[in-house]
């Protein structure tokens, strides 16, 4: 019945690759308030093209006219995700634990890379009692070498007396970020972007600054621990993520981890 159809190999390329261009999109912008406006497009450009097949010009015009004269205005509104998206293409961490060589299972090194959630949790509630500041930044797809190259490098496995040893207050690596890489600490003493968001209330300052910034420009999670209230925050996606309980913020750190 479809005969009339052509439909060669490169038509199912060419939609698989749409179908994973669409994935990364979808798993950049999930949790934002750009997902909206994502949706909005893609219904936009659906009417568009259906009204396109049907031949009714007026209307496949106009919405012709709106999506190309809009190129402009969606790389202005989706400015921090095109730059997250090609940050991520161009900085893809393939060593990591979900990279393509670390799938072939019997390359792997008998360390495991799975990030001890646990512990870097217990340390931030042990430095949250003495209300010893701290930041860590945990890595995720996109390689943070950009980032590392202005600390100091180091290699240890993650672990409670570890973390709360670099952030003790007397300690010469105490100040700047942590971060952490497959379960090692791989540099402290880091300097991180600042957020000029200003959404950001006034009571918090540089610590948290920097924390949402390197979470706006890649796909790290930072948590970080308040010098002044011992408060914990955990932040994503240039945000808080609201937690209750240690255990609940363990298990949404986990989760992100594993995603
Ligand atoms: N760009 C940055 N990158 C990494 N760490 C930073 C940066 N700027 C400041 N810090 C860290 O934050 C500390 C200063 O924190 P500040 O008191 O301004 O922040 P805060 O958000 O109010 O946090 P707190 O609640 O702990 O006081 C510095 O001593 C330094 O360790």
């Not at 293409?89 to 299972?105: A, E, H, V, W, Y």
């Not at 860590?136 to 390689?143: H, K, L, Q, S």
């Not at 971060?179 to 540089?206: C, E, M, Q, W």
């Not at 240039?238 to 913020?249: A, C, P, Q, R, W």
Request: glycine content about 6%; some cysteine; overall charge neutral.
């Amino acid at each position: 019945m479809l005969d009339f159809i052509p439909f060669s190999i490169l038509d199912v390329l060419d939609i698989l690759l749409v179908a994973t261009l669409l994935y990364y999109i979808y798993k950049l912008l999930k949790g934002t308030v750009a997902i909206n406006i994502f949706i909005g497009i893609a219904f936009i450009f659906l009417i568009w093209k259906i009204t396109q097949a049907l031949k009714m010009e007026m209307l496949s015009g106009i919405l012709g006219y709106l999506l190309s004269g809009g190129v402009i205005a969606l790389i202005i509104v989706f400015q921090q995700e095109i730059r997250k998206f090609l940050l991520m293409i161009g900085t893809t961490n393939f060593s990591s634990k979900k990279g393509f060589l670390n799938q072939l299972k019997f390359l792997q090194s008998e360390i495991s890379s799975e990030i001890d959630t646990e512990k870097i949790i217990r340390a931030c509630s042990n430095m949250s009692k003495t209300k010893t500041g701290a930041l860590i930044v945990i890595e995720r797809t996109n390689g943070l070498d950009f980032l590392i190259n202005n600390g100091d490098a180091m290699n240890a496995l993650v672990n409670e007396v570890i973390l709360e040893s670099i952030f003790f207050k007397n300690s010469p690596l105490h100040d700047g970020a942590t971060i952490i890489r497959d379960n090692f600490v791989v540099a402290t003493r880091v300097v991180l972007p600042i957020s000029d968001s200003t959404k950001i209330p006034a009571r918090f300052g540089l610590r948290h600054r920097a924390a949402i910034g390197v979470s706006e420009k890649t796909d790290a999670v930072c948590l970080l621990v308040s010098e002044e209230t011992g408060e914990i925050s955990y932040i994503k996606d240039g945000g808080f993520v609201l937690h209750s309980t240690i255990d609940e913020l363990n298990e949404k750190l986990k989760n992100d981890l594993a995603s």
